[in-house]
């Protein structure tokens, strides 16, 4: 059974900084690429930041320079560590795992999602 745990969000003023984490099943974590995702009240949910197994990542525009996407295949662990956040970094934050072709693609394996919520 696939299982994706988020944890590490809350609350912070604008500047500051967060680190999210999420521990896989090591049954999908060796094979696949993971990625964080984030939904908005009002807003579809879009990706944040991917890596592949090999390292390779991509970032979303609004948060390039600012975040990092890593990954510790020993602790079957993907982290997304968060700079100089902004309000409108406030959001749900999901893991996903999914594959890398051309671009990343979410598998329908979701965590539970962590809040994150950046005060001004």
């Known amino acids: 059974q696939v299982q994706l745990v988020e944890s590490g969000g809350g609350l912070v003023q604008a500047g500051g900084s967060l680190r999210l984490s999420c521990a896989a099943s090591?049954?999908?974590?060796?094979?696949?690429?993971m990625a964080w995702y984030r939904q908005a009240p009002g807003k579809l949910r879009e990706l944040v930041a991917a890596?592949?197994?090999?390292?390779?990542?991509t970032y979303a525009d609004s948060v390039k320079g600012r975040f990092t996407i890593s990954r510790d295949n020993a602790k079957n662990t993907v982290y997304l560590q968060m700079n100089s956040l902004k309000p409108e970094d406030t959001a749900v934050y999901y893991c996903?795992?999914?594959?890398?072709?051309?671009?990343?693609?979410?598998?329908?394996?979701w965590g539970q999602g962590t809040q994150v919520t950046v005060s001004s």
């Open positions: 996903n795992v999914g594959l890398w072709g051309a671009s990343y693609s979410p598998l329908n394996y």
């Open positions: 890596i592949a197994n090999g390292g390779r990542t």
């Open positions: 090591e049954t999908i974590f060796s094979i696949n690429a």
